[in-house]
């Protein structure tokens, strides 16, 4: 196996191609200039301009400055990404299977009965029992970060679930109590929330920039795949188990359990992250990462290894010590503004609130029975999954970021705003009968979910995980995340309210959230396709320029000029 030229940057000779003595040697040991004084090295205008330096030969030795040809990934190596997306996104899964399965299940009458609660308390107890999980999650962001930047990701997303599985044992007992449910609740929320901001971080660390839009879009994939099991079990013991059985609502619920196992099993499988293992000087164990994601340990592999251990280093020099406040000032604000706005828009799509309260909504659109509202949400389930898988495997990394978001929101605004004029001038009869307004209502429902799927449901986590440095990647993803969490929260608890008393005005009020976010999208969105973490890093950093288009073309005649 070939030795990783630490010291050498790529398209450099190197006076010795072996690796370092020891594991724990510092960030790149040796000078990167003998006449560079070493007063200067912690100065922020150094450490750019040697970033600018270094990356310029790393892509001049690749085939050009800003404009180089890709190496092309080994099959093994393609093979590796995919399975660690699929493993890590399992909590993406389980996130969306706890969304389906509670909405059914909370219209099940054992569920009532069990829980000791009458018709008149469902619309309260429907609202605590979804948004106290939101809760859960919302608090678990704050307290995941640090934990991750102690002990890595991996190890992080494994004490997740084992915590979410502690929270599932206890919502499937039978414990006659819906304060015990609601606990159950919050504790599998701390373990949804700390997996949700873990995981696409350790996705984007280790997933090739090539592919990386593609495997961090698997999070909403299995999301999506979640939510379709979901369904399809309640509208499943529905119809083949005894209304008066526990077992219909205690078998979806604690098959969580089983989700969870697996993602906690699957860390076991994995490689802790190149860039984490790096920040902590772990040098030989991020090299064997890297080699084991790649497989290939050639020249590109030892390239990418001193990319990804010059932005480490860079960032290292930059801010030592960080502290919170950072988050808020020059360089970094932006980007935490960013974040939450990002995922603060996924929510106020209206696309989460649909998944939980599915049922609900068919209900107010058609008027059906329990069964036939399980059933087209079970078919709303299906497009998700369709029209995510589409996306993943043929529009991820070929379109941009910025285009598909906007028109994304637009989409799903016509959907949503025509829904709530044909509700109000049509309502359902509520006599069961399906009239030609409810099937328009439903076909435009599905519509917005495929606009969705397409957009606003899978490019989050891989958008706000690539925007931000090694340094405050945790940190950053953490409020992105917990934004996604607290406003989940708001609209979970007050979306059974809304259906019930303001109904039609439900869909105008996400349709014009849909507008705005359309706007937000187009004019505050930066595109990161296609470009590695170091790069977005420092083409973000170019104060001067408007636009990462003008950032990408300054950032290379920098670095072109410099390496020349």
Known sequence: MHQPRYAAVAGESSSSSAGPSTAQQPLLSQPRDSEEPDSELDARDDTDDDMALRLGRFHAGRGGSGHHSEPAMTRMGMLRAYWLGVVVCIGG???GYDSGIIGGVLTMASFERDFRYTKSDAKHVNSLAVS??????????FFIWPITYKIGRKWSIAICSLVFCVGAAIQTAQTHSTSAFYVGRVIA????????VVVPMFSSEMTPK????QVGSFYQLMFTLG??????IDWGVNRDFAKSESKMWQLPVGLQLLWAGLLGLGMFTLKESTRWLTSKGRHEEAWQSLVWIRADDGPATQAEMEEIRAGVEHEAHAREGFRMIEMVQKGNLRRTLTAAAVFTAQQATGATAFAYYGPQYFKLLVNGDTESNLLLTAIFGAIKVAACALFVIFVAD???????????????????ITTAAVVETHPA???GTVTSAGIATIALIYLFVIAYNFSWGPLPWPYV?????????????AVGVASQWLFAFVFTLTTPYMIDNIKWGTFLLWGLFDFCIAFFAWFCLTETRGKSLEEITHLANAGDAKTMGDEDEAFSERAGKMSG
């Open 93 to 95: 899964f389980l996130f």
């Open 132 to 141: 106290l999980q939101q809760l859960g999650a919302f608090v678990a962001c």
């Open 189 to 196: 929320g701390l373990g949804l929330g700390g997996s949700s």
């Open 210 to 213: 090539q592919i990386r839009g």
């Open 227 to 232: 939510i379709f099991t979901s369904y399809w």
């Open 398 to 416: 070929s379109v941009g970021r910025r285009w598909i978001l906007t028109g994304g929101a637009l989409f799903m605004a016509a959907c949503q």
């Open 429 to 431: 009869p509520g006599d």
């Open 465 to 477: 995980s690539e925007i931000f440095p090694t340094r405050t990647r945790e940190p950053g993803i």
